[in-house]
T-cell receptor, first 113, second 114 residues
Framework: KNQVEQSPQSLIILEGKNCTLQ??????????LRWYKQDTGRGPVSLTI?????NTKSNGRYTATLDADTKQSSLHITASQLSDSASYIC????????????FGAGTRLFVKA | KAGVTQTPRYLIKTRGQQVTLSCSPI?????VSWYQQTPGQGLQFLFE???????NKGNFPGRFSGRQFSNSRSEMNVSTLELGDSALYLC?????????????FGQGTRLTVV
């Protein structure tokens, strides 16, 4: 069964600290993996998109990694800021002749001063 | 350039009514996808339109329908509303098929069914 699981479900960190969010998937055949940031009450905003051949991609303080062999991805946030408080959603696309998108449930991050 | 615009932002409807939501994609984008987001289920894919044709469809009942116009604007309709249809409805636009390229989301329409 095609699934995307994210951990932890929620996370509280102090401003300035680093954190890593995890995404494990059982999707096949894999096409790409994306990380989105969603502020409360707003639409998701794309952070990174990685294909099978890419194993790391950065967007400012956000760095995503992908291990296609173990089907794991992580999103590392460096020097967290209060504005990083949001939900982070991992999205995996598979290509079975047509594209299908599987969403993770998201990790809710709270950054405290 | 302007982002994805969804209207209205908020909507309150009564059970049994029907509702139409609108999405204007980024200029030049031809693909529009619709999603339902609820606290319990997370983001769920409804359908995707490209060049006025539905290309993909999620696992939602037939009460949920959509269409795309020649200018790429899209509407989704929900008939015979149920309490469980209360959710944030998001649309996303992309240059080509949403699932293979970057998708840009609108702010969403918050639908409350009472």
């Amino acid at each position: 069964k095609n699934q995307v699981e994210q951990s932890p479900q929620s996370l509280i960190i102090l401003e300035g600290k680093n954190c890593t969010l995890q995404c494990n998937y059982t999707v096949s055949p894999f096409s790409n993996l994306r990380w989105y940031k969603q502020d409360t009450g707003r639409g998701p905003v794309s952070l990174t998109i990685m294909t099978f051949s890419e194993n790391t991609k950065s967007n400012g303080r956000y760095t995503a990694t992908l291990d296609a062999d173990t089907k794991q991805s992580s999103l590392h946030i460096t020097a967290s800021q209060l504005s990083d408080s949001a939900s982070y959603i991992c999205v995996v696309t598979l290509n079975t002749g047509g594209f299908k998108t599987i969403f993770g449930a998201g990790t809710r991050l709270f950054v405290k001063a | 350039k302007a982002g994805v615009t969804q209207t209205p932002r908020y909507l309150i409807k009564t059970r049994g009514q029907q509702v139409t939501l609108s999405c204007s994609p980024i200029s030049g984008h031809r693909s529009v996808s619709w999603y339902q987001q609820t606290p319990g289920q997370g983001l769920q894919f409804l359908f995707e339109y490209f060049s006025e044709t539905q290309r993909n469809k999620g696992n939602f009942p037939g009460r949920f329908s959509g269409r795309q116009f020649s200018n790429s604007r899209s509407e989704m309709n929900v008939s015979t509303l149920e309490l469980g249809d209360s959710a944030l409805y998001l649309c996303a636009s992309s240059l080509v098929q949403a699932t293979n390229t970057e998708a840009f989301f609108g702010q969403g329409t918050r639908l409350t069914v009472v």
